[in-house]
Every structure is written in C-alpha cells, then in structure tokens.
C-alpha cells in the first residue's frame, strides 16, 4: 500500500468520527498550550534576569576591590609588604592572558559650595578615559585631560548629586522642600576644597581654614532629579588629572584615603580601591576571577550571578514543565483510549485489509499516522493558544509593573513569558511524538487480530 493511500485513509478514519477525534485533539491541545506557557514563564523570567545583568554591568567584566590596605592607614606594622593596587598591580592585570583592558578609578571626597548652598561630601570619582567616554551626557562635553591643575580640573556632575546640596542658612535639603538647590554647575563656579579635615578643624576653631579653589562643570549627566542610573550620584573627573590635582594640593604629604609605608610616608604612586578588569570571552571570565583572588583581593563578576540565576531559573522551568506536562500525559491516556476504541470498531475493516494481503508494517504505520495527526493537529492548535494567552499574561504583567526608567532612558518593560521559536517547535514534535508513542500499543494491538477471526467475529 502507498503512502497516500495510508494518508487517505488516515485523514478519513479521524474525520468519520469528528467528535471523538475534536475531544482528544481538544486534551492535546490543552496539554501542549500547558507546557509552552508554563516552560515560557520560566524562559521570560530568565531573558528579564539576562538582560537586567546586561544593562548593570558587562558580562566580561570583573570588579576588582581592595578595601584592607585602603583607607588612609597611618602606618603599616606587618613585616611583609601590603597588597596594594598601585600602579604596578593595574600593569600586572593588564599582562593577563584574555585581558583587554584594566580601569582603574580613584575615589576622593571634597566640599563644594556655591552661594548659599553647600555640600560637604561631593564624591568626586577619577576615571580613565574610556570610561568616562561611557558617560551619557545630557549637557556639556568630557572634562579636559589637560586640565590637571587645582585651578583647572573640570568634571562632569551626576543628575542626583544636586539634591546632596542643602542651604547653609537653614539646613534644608531638597528632600526637605521638594526644591531644588539654586546651583548652576555649568556656568557659575564652585568653591571646592579638597583638604576636608582642615576645614572641619577650621570650623571647630582649630586651625586655619584650607584654601578653595573656584571650579566649573564640564558637563552633567543626563537625567533629572527623579531619574537614576549608575552615574547619577558622583562628580567624574579624569583619573590622570585628579592625581596631578592631588600631588599639587598635598605636595609629598599623605592624601586622605591612601595607604602609608611603615614610616608614615606616602607611596609614590596611588592606590585604588577599585578597578576594572575587561575579559575578551565571557567563558575565560571564571579563571580571571579566580587567578585575582587568589592573589588576595576581593573581586566579583556579573557571571558569577548569571550562573547561579541560571541555575535556579533552570530549577523553575523544569518544575513548571513538569505541572504542564500533566495536562499532556492525560491526554496521551486519551489518545490512547481514541486509539484503542477505533480498534475495536474497525475490526471487520483491520481484517479485510489483511486478507487482501495489507503487510503488517502498513497496518502499524496506519494507526500511528492516525495517532500523529492528533498529537499534530493538537499540538499545533496547543502553540497557537499558548501565543495568545503568553500575550495576554504579558499585557497584564506589564500593566501592573508600568514603564520604568534605566541610565536616564525611558526602557519598555518586558513581559514574564516568552516562547522562542525553539520552543514552540519543540512543543510541537513533542506533541507528535506522544501521540506516536499513545499509538502504539493500539497498533500492535491491530497488528495481531486474525484476519479470519476478526471477519467472523464482525
């Protein structure tokens, strides 16, 4: 027998019972639209989860800290040398195999003023010039690097660092009034001072007060009051020129916030508490990390993150496939049955067949063609539905959770369940497959009947 007149005859077993055929595609149906939706939710929360990682920091990136020696130590009393990330430490980074680049930053506080309104905990953050090229700027340009000198340094203002401004006279903070400080960074000068303990001390009486230096914003970070993102609240300046700036004012004297040698002295070079370590793949990303705490610092990894999220993601998606995949083995059971019953309905037809010399083989491959259409026709219906109803969780999810913002940028909310092509093809060979599998006892089942008992027994 041809394969088109199996086809035939299949398609046409199924349409004479159309209601028994609609009821076991309808269980299918259910069942495979359970399992795309539940798998779907466990995927959608898993791409949010990706691309949260994504826009808080570079999958290839390590943050290196190292909070022990820093900190402005008056002396060092261990025999052995302190791990310091000096400049020699960046370069032995930099040697890496797999690493493209290193940067550095250097933290340092000050105290701005400009007419009645002051802040005394300006965090003014010395980055290199290829992260300081990633800066989103709403007004302005980059600062100088040129512009090294306590009278010239330029830098770019964070959108939330004006609400950190409070009048003098009356100690009120934006958050207070709901007003923001009268400041205009980039048009009128700041008086800043670098040299804070000197200038508490002067405000207690003791001491004179330390000298200020008039300063004016290159640029401000784009973004309101009200909007956040990573560089909302810091002054950037360039890192070179913020440590010219600091070895003019202190000149040989130890910079508030850098470790001491065992005599009290200054290091010639700074040290950083925090740098940046960029990877060429993300699956050297592990080795780098592991080779630079084994060196002793403190550092970390979005990666590290990512495989742990991925993991209890991976968790959650197998436990919800698996709350789908009983719809599904209830209607195997029922494919099952259809089959069966069809059998017993068709024997007389199982017979002839058989005495006009049908091979077994076409027999088998009949009732599972029947069996495959139903888990194809369901499963297909299964995917439709579940795209529908994957639309309709997402519009209400995104409803509920509304627009939110990300770097200043407004950014569209996505949706909990996502179902990728992979997915809603997978679903749908596994659809057919257990309609197969349902089918194959029954079809064994036909391929057994005698012939001449089946014709007498009609």
């Known amino acids: 027998m041809r394969f088109s007149d199996l086809l035939r005859m299949s398609l046409s077993n199924l349409w004479r019972r159309k209601m028994r055929t609609f009821l076991t595609i309808l269980g299918v149906i259910i069942g495979t639209a359970s399992i795309v939706v539940m798998v779907s939710i466990g995927i959608g929360q898993n791409r949010s989860m990706m691309m949260s990682i994504e826009q808080s920091g570079s999958l290839t990136a390590i ?104 009048n003098e006279k009356t100690n009120e903070y934006y958050y207070n009034t709901g007003e923001l400080a009268e400041v205009d960074f980039m048009n009128q000068p700041l008086f800043t001072t670098f040299d804070r303990n000197a200038y508490w001390n002067a405000q207690s009486g003791e001491g004179d007060p330390p000298k200020k230096y008039m300063l004016k914003a290159s640029g401000l970070v784009e973004g309101g009051p009200e909007d956040w993102n990573q560089y909302s609240y810091y002054v950037y300046c360039d890192l070179t020129a913020l440590e010219s700036v600091l070895k003019q004012i202190y000149r040989n004297k130890v910079v508030p916030g850098q470790p001491t ?82 059998i017993y309905e068709r024997t007389k037809e199982i017979g002839v067949i058989k005495v006009l010399g049908c091979s077994l083989g076409n027999i088998r491959m009949l009732f599972l063609m029947e069996a495959a259409f139903i888990g194809f026709l369901g499963g297909l219906a299964g995917v439709s539905l579940s795209y529908g109803i994957s639309a309709v969780i997402n519009r209400l999810t995104v409803g509920m959770m509304g627009d939110y913002s990300y770097y200043g940028s407004s950014v569209e909310p996505m949706g909990i369940s996502y179902i990728p092509l992979w997915l809603a093809l997978a679903a749908l060979g596994f659809a057919v497959l257990v309609g197969i599998v349902s089918g194959f006892l029954p079809a064994l089942r036909a391929m057994k009947l005698s012939p001449l008992a089946a014709i007498r027994n009609e």
Not at 98 to 118: C, E, F, N, R, W
Not at 302 to 319: A, D, F, I, R, Y
């Open 261 to 342: 040698q065992k005599n009290g002295k200054p290091y010639s070079d700074f040290c950083y508490e925090t740098c940046t370590i960029n990877v060429d793949e993300m699956d050297n990303v592990t080795d780098i990390l592991t080779t630079v705490q084994e060196m002793g610092f403190s550092a970390y990894s979005n990666v590290e993150w990512m495989e742990s999220m991925q993991q209890s993601s991976k968790t959650s998606q197998m436990v919800l496939g698996g709350i789908g995949a009983v719809s599904l083995f209830v209607a195997a059971i029922g494919i099952a049955n259809t089959m069966m019953m069809s």
């Open 63 to 166: 943050e290196v800290n190292n909070y022990q020696y820093y900190g402005g130590s008056n002396s060092n009393s261990s025999d052995t040398e302190p791990l310091l990330m000096n400049q020699d430490m960046i370069e032995t980074f930099r040697n890496m195999e797999h690493v493209t680049s290193v940067s550095p930053q250097l933290d340092y506080t000050v105290i701005m003023k400009q007419g009645a309104y002051l802040c005394d905990y300006v965090r003014l953050r010395g980055l290199t010039r290829e992260d300081l090229e990633k800066i989103p700027l709403g007004e302005g340009t980059l600062p100088d690097p040129n512009a090294n000198t306590p009278t010239t340094l330029q830098f770019v203002v964070g959108n939330n660092v004006i609400t950190d401004f409070y």
